[in-house]
């Protein structure tokens, strides 16, 4: 497969405080690109950038508020003269089965991972198409395995691989490239902080084989770097995710078989996770999640 350079190529990045975006950002600034980080916890974007140094700037924008994105947009345009790639990374996770986890929580996640991956490329595809440019997507293993207790990060990520999907259909003529990205579990602050809630890190923890697999973050890295660099359709992270595919159709009662004896019990034990800290508190995960939610 043909690889291309980012070098001199501005690239914007959302959800780049830490971990996945954090980490993209400095390796495409390493290989020449201008780095834009768009995202709302803007102290710790502000580090990044500092350690990235004059091929980089931050700008605070919430993907979910268009005007604020907007704002960001032509700060990059007017900064960097314009934009080449973008990734939609921002996203953010709750923990909790349907009928008890905190409302607020669930529409959030669904709002961050799946409209706000929509509102950022309607905003910067026009700049994008200007430049024929690329427009990556951060999907997850979870748009294929459908596991209890995420009901709503498994709904937000399908629907961006279906978005991507029928977006890069729509811009194909305009020269444009789409991708889509499925990681497994990464060791990021979302899936560290996941992993030790009291119910559903043990939840997690017992998923059979590479399915409940956690890899390091330079895993996922050295497959999106390679990706981008080769403006790929689909990334899979690590690539057996690929195969997942093949028989996604038989997953769910493969899943919901496995479930049967595990899922009983947690069900019962947050139920008393949430009289005990209360539904936010139960539900929410991470420094993103909190910072999306307004409560840090």
């Given at each position: 497969?043909?690889?291309?350079t ?14 996945i975006?954090a ?33 980089a700037?931050?700008w ?6 268009w005007?604020?994105?907007?704002k960001a ?19 953010i996770?709750?923990?909790g ?24 490329f309607?905003?910067t ?17 979870a ?7 995420m009901a ?15 977006l ?13 990205a ?6 990021t602050?979302?899936?560290?902080s ?8 043990k ?13 390091p973050l ?5 497959c999106?770097?390679?990706g981008?660099m080769?403006?790929g359709?689909?990334?899979?992270v690590p690539?057996?995710?690929g ?13 919901e ?36 939610t307004?409560?840090?």
């Open positions: 497969m043909a690889r291309n980012v070098k001199g190529k501005v690239v914007l990045i959302t959800g780049a405080a830490r971990g975006g980490g993209l950002a400095e390796r495409l600034a390493a290989q020449g690109a201008k780095v834009a980080l768009v995202g709302i916890e803007a102290e710790e974007q502000r580090k990044v950038a500092e350690t990235i140094g004059a091929a700037k931050s605070e924008a919430d993907v979910t508020d005007a604020a994105l907007e947009t032509e700060g990059v345009v007017e900064h960097f003269g314009g934009i080449d790639i973008v990734i939609a990374n921002a996203g996770a709750s923990t089965f349907v009928r008890s986890v905190d409302p607020a929580a669930f529409e959030k996640v669904i709002e961050v991972d799946l409209l706000g991956v929509w509102r950022t309607r905003v595809l026009p700049h994008v198409i200007e430049r024929k440019g690329y427009l990556l997507a951060i999907s997850s293993l748009a294929i395995t459908h596991a209890p207790g709503n990060y498994a709904a937000a990520k399908a629907g961006v691989e279906a978005f991507a999907n029928s890069r259909a729509e811009v194909a003529h305009l020269g444009v490239k789409v991708g889509v499925h990681p497994t579990w990464i060791r602050d979302l899936v560290e996941a992993d030790a809630h009291p119910v559903f890190g939840l997690r923890s017992g998923m059979p084989g590479l399915i409940g697999k956690t890899y330079s895993t996922a890295l050295d999106l770097e390679d981008i080769r403006r359709r689909t990334i899979h690539r057996w995710v195969a997942l595919k093949l028989i996604r159709a038989f997953l769910p009662p493969i899943i078989l496995g479930s049967r004896s595990r899922v009983p019990a947690a069900d019962r034990a947050a139920l008393k996770d949430i009289e005990e800290r209360g539904a936010y508190e139960a539900s929410v995960t991470g420094h993103a999640g909190r910072a999306a307004g409560k840090r």
